[in-house]
């Protein structure tokens, strides 16, 4: 949801953060479609840069744009990740995996030398938690997993496809959607769901986010990381 001329405004104004020569992270959702096709637009007018798509469905829209694509197999360091949130916090915490990609999110962003988010302003938030957590799982450990995220508190749905299917991910996971109620110290929270045996990744990205460029109205504003 959020506003989408915001996402938009915000999209358009990242690619400016990509320089020729550049490894580019390519994010998913919905802000992130129009960072892509912002790319694309300079690639068009000669821009020189390879991009590495967060998910398939990026991936068949860079290369449908005519953004040149390659892999962490051949590029190890990104020089900047562009990619949206669901949920922003004054340090710069967020919540991702709205858009179901958040495994191949994390691994971009934690090998980019810097990762600009972008965001309406819907997406700011003063403590995470309102935006339900995503968590994947490997589907054998799927119900396991989800009783254990119960006793720490939070109500846990298995996302479902159109068909009322389990969710699939890129990476052939599961997602279950874990509603905690407000996060106040997400470092912490993220170290107890990754000591669940079966738990692949959760949505809690921490230290990654860089900057946040925010759609406000009719402007974008530059956000950096509140201090302690």
């Known amino acids: 949801m959020g506003n989408d001329n915001e996402k938009k405004l915000a999209g358009r104004a990242s690619a400016r953060f990509v320089n020729d020569g550049n490894i580019v992270g390519l994010g998913t959702g919905t802000t992130a479609v129009h960072a892509v096709h912002a790319i694309a637009d300079r690639v068009k007018s000669g821009l020189k840069i390879l991009g590495i798509p967060t998910s398939v469905r990026t991936g068949d829209l860079a290369r449908s744009l005519g953004i040149p694509l390659t892999t962490l197999d051949e590029y190890q360091e990104i020089d900047v990740t562009i990619d949206g949130a669901d949920e922003i916090d004054p340090r710069l915490c967020l ?20 990762m600009v988010v972008i965001a309406d302003s819907t997406k700011l938030v003063p403590v995470l938690g309102k935006f339900p957590l995503p968590v994947e799982v490997i589907g054998f450990a799927q119900v396991v997993v ?83």
């Open 95 to 114: 919540i991702k995996g709205g858009g179901g990609a958040l495994l191949r999110e994390k691994i971009i962003a934690s090998a980019s030398r810097k």
């Open 146 to 228: 989800a009783k254990k995220i119960q006793q720490m508190g939070a109500k846990v749905d298995l996302r479902r496809d159109a068909a009322g299917k389990a969710y699939v991910t890129d990476e052939g996971h599961h997602i279950l959607d874990c509603r905690f109620g407000e996060i106040p110290d997400p470092p912490a929270l993220g170290r107890m769901l990754n000591d669940i045996p079966g738990v692949v990744e959760h949505g809690l990205f921490i230290g990654l986010a860089s900057l946040v460029l925010v759609g406000k109205g009719s402007a974008v504003e530059e956000v950096e990381k509140a201090q302690r």
